[in-house]
């Protein structure tokens, strides 16, 4: 970043190519159509550009970086709000597509390219039961905090969070499994 900082061209194209494929892996469960993904994504990055010099190099990146893309989220959603027919239409394209393809459910979760996305979680979820799958649902897609679903569920918040530690353990076992056997 510091490179970056001090104009060199080059230093974004590589903050790009480390960044871009997990931030897109972050976006586009979040988002109704690969379109939208790449707005954002390309809104994170060019908010990045226009706030470089903001940056405290005392100071980790990742945690800044990852404020601006939620951020750029935030705005997006905030847009969405304001252009009712629009955000409905998102909200269906989002639900169909979860129905199709449940997504990753951690910014953890190995970084991937748009190419390599469709697909990418085939089987993953089979043999989860329904209070898994409901877990996921109310964490990763509909973003609940961790008292939010235990209210839902009827249980603690710490075994909410136990609960879904030990799915996304689960999840990246098998995710990584997965990668072994390609």
Request: glycine content about 4%.
């Amino acid at each position: 970043m510091q490179w970056y900082q001090e104009g060199n061209v080059a230093a974004f194209d590589e903050l790009y190519r480390r960044h871009a494929p997990k931030a897109y892996g972050y976006v586009r469960p979040r988002t109704a159509t690969r379109q939208q993904a790449d707005d954002l994504l390309q809104a994170c990055f060019l908010k990045l550009h226009q706030s470089r010099h903001q940056f405290d190099l005392s100071q980790p990146f990742l945690p800044w970086f990852w404020t601006i893309l939620r951020s750029a989220h935030a705005d997006s959603l905030r847009r969405d709000r304001r252009n009712p027919a629009q955000a409905n239409a998102s909200e269906e394209a989002a639900r169909a597509l979860w129905e199709k393809l449940p997504e990753a459910v951690s910014t953890d979760a190995p970084a991937f390219t748009t190419e390599l996305f469709d697909g990418l979680f085939d089987g993953l979820f089979d043999g989860l039961s329904a209070d898994q799958r409901r877990l996921i649902e109310l964490r990763a897609r509909r973003e609940l905090t961790f008292e939010e679903i235990a209210e839902k569920l009827s249980i603690t918040p710490a075994t909410a969070r136990q609960r879904f530690s030990r799915l996304i353990k689960t999840l990246k076992s098998r995710l990584s499994k997965g990668a072994n056997h390609e």
